[in-house]
């Protein structure tokens, strides 16, 4: 009787244990968050509060050129999101088809496989990226459009950012696909439905949400991509939707800017934070887009 009360006791104490330390990292979660925006906020402050930068030339303006007066965040927003919507165009049709065929089709020696190459590919640097995108990519696209495109490129550097989101698309695609119960499909062979039928018109609607939420979180992941376009995309602010023009994002401009000597206090410092704090609310964004998403279109199933 006394061994079985002891056990107890050593197992309640390993659960408190275990429950604190889940509790303090939950706790150390938040506290960086926190810390992270004050930061951020603190710095990009003493950018809004030069007399020269207003609201109205930060959100208006197509010209980024602090030194010289010219504050438009859309010359850095508009690479931004060209890129990123280059990479989803190709990461979303590619990661779905190889989560349906992993999901639906695949045999488990191919999943074997297939799932391990994937997550080479996730594990991949993107510096390495970056220069696959300019020394691979980018005369392969030049053969194609001659003089047209330029040699840095927001298309080659969307395009690999496609390359380097894919996996995870495809990855939580999959867990959102295989979590649909076998009943439905079941069910729809049971009305005459093929197994392309099943996957495209049962399986896949019933896993909209977490599909919905691999999209939002590959998007986040694209805009907040620094190394890939850094080397492939340019070093210089540019407002154009033209992906075969050079233009900077804003990772990649504050990637630049801060490899440089500035001085502390600077408009050209503080500007940075500004962007940062820019970047940082388009992902909270996107990620209250992705929740939003996950709770309106969850399925429930008993």
């Known amino acids: 009787m006394s061994q079985s009360f002891d056990l107890k006791k050593k197992t309640r104490i390993g659960e408190s244990a275990i429950q604190s330390l889940l509790f303090l990292a939950g706790i150390l979660s938040i506290v960086t968050t926190v810390a992270i925006v004050y930061e951020l906020g603190k710095e990009a402050m003493l950018f809004f509060g030069?007399?020269?930068?207003?609201?109205?030339?930060?959100?208006?303006?197509?010209?980024?050129?602090?030194?010289?007066?010219?504050?438009?965040?859309?010359?850095l927003v508009s690479a931004t999101l060209t890129t990123s919507a280059i990479a989803?165009?190709?990461?979303?049709p590619l990661g779905l088809a190889a989560a349906v065929y992993l999901s639906e089709y695949a045999s488990p020696k191919a999943r074997g496989i297939l799932k391990p190459i994937l997550e080479i590919l996730a594990g991949i640097p993107t510096v390495v990226y970056?220069?696959?995108?300019?020394?691979?990519?980018?005369?392969?696209?030049k053969s194609f459009f001659g003089d047209h495109i330029q040699v840095y490129n927001m298309?080659?550097?969307?395009?690999?950012?496609?390359?380097?989101?894919?996996?995870?698309?495809?990855?939580?695609?999959?867990?959102?696909l295989s979590a649909v119960p076998r009943s439905l499909r079941e069910a729809a062979y049971a009305m005459g439905a093929t197994k392309l039928e099943s996957s495209l018109q049962?399986?896949?609607?019933?896993?909209?949400?977490?599909?919905?939420?691999?999209?939002?979180?590959?998007i986040s992941r694209a805009v907040g991509e620094t190394m890939?376009?850094?080397?492939a995309s340019g070093a210089g602010p540019n407002f154009s939707?033209?992906?075969l023009e050079a233009a900077e994002t804003m990772t990649g401009h504050i990637a630049r800017i801060s490899g440089g000597d500035l001085s502390y206090n600077s408009i050209d410092y503080t500007s940075l934070f500004a962007i940062a704090l820019m970047l940082f609310l388009?992902?909270?964004?996107?990620?209250?887009?992705?929740?939003?998403?996950?709770?309106?279109?969850?399925?429930?199933?008993?």
């Open 155 to 176: 298309l080659s550097a969307g395009l690999v950012m496609g390359i380097m989101i894919l996996p995870l698309i495809s990855s939580m695609s999959e867990d959102a």
């Open 282 to 302: 388009v992902t909270l964004v996107l990620n209250l887009i992705s929740q939003w998403i996950v709770g309106r279109f969850r399925e429930r199933y008993e």
């Open 130 to 141: 970056g220069y696959f995108a300019l020394l691979f990519v980018t005369p392969i696209l």
């Open 228 to 231: 890939i376009v850094a080397v």
């Open 241 to 243: 939707f033209n992906p």
């Open 50 to 75: 030069n007399p020269d930068v207003t609201f109205a030339k930060f959100f208006g303006g197509t010209q980024w050129q602090p030194g010289i007066g010219n504050y438009g965040i859309w010359a």
């Open 88 to 92: 989803i165009f190709i990461a979303l």
């Open 202 to 218: 049962v399986v896949l609607p019933a896993a909209l949400s977490g599909i919905g939420a691999a999209l939002i979180l590959g």
